[in-house]
């Protein structure tokens, strides 16, 4: 009985830390959607704004926790319009060329405005 308890106490414990780390991840993905844009959006978001003045939306967001290394971006636009989702994606590249030699990886959404 007594290690019954000993391993149940063990349990416990284990279970209470694993939600403590929980709640620090938690907490800091709350503080990083509350937060304002990092340099990297910031500047990434000013290349697409230059490059697609048409666009009715425009999201960047940096995904590797604001390290700079993974981006993602959603971006609507009139400038996509009649084109195939990878010709817009091409677009988007392009416009980017000198910022994506420093990322690990972008994740692109692209889309014609509806009215």
Known sequence: MLSCKRS????????????RSNEVLISSQVNR???????????ISKVLK?????????????ISGGCGAMYE???ESNEFKGKRTVQ????VN???KDEIQGMHGLRIFTD???H
Not at 56 to 62: A, E, G, R, T
Not at 88 to 91: M, S
Request: avoid cysteine; aromatic fraction near 4%; charged fraction near 20%.
């Open 8 to 19: 149940l106490g063990s349990t416990i414990a284990s279970s209470l830390r694993a939600l």
């Open 33 to 43: 959607f509350l937060s304002t844009q990092t340099d990297g959006e910031v500047r």
């Open 50 to 62: 230059e490059k697609f003045p048409l666009a009715s939306s425009l999201k960047v967001v940096d």
């Open 73 to 75: 971006i959603h971006i």
């Open 88 to 91: 817009q994606h091409q677009l």
């Open 94 to 96: 392009q416009a980017l």
């Open 112 to 114: 014609v405005p509806k």
